[in-house]
């Protein structure tokens, strides 16, 4: 599961239903492009 560029009203509701601990804080990006150099970095990394 992967969020991309969640809306304040979204990130105040997975903080105080602790969602985001359960989810990952590594699983949340703020742009598109951030979390495609992510994951593409995480596939390059894997033997």
Request: net charge negative; charged share 20%; proline share 4%.
């Amino acid at each position: 599961l992967l969020l991309v560029n969640p809306i304040g009203e979204v990130m105040e509701k997975l903080q105080d239903s602790d969602s985001l601990a359960a989810i990952g804080s590594d699983c949340l990006y703020l742009t598109v492009d951030e979390a495609i150099l992510s994951i593409a970095l995480k596939v390059q990394l894997q033997p």
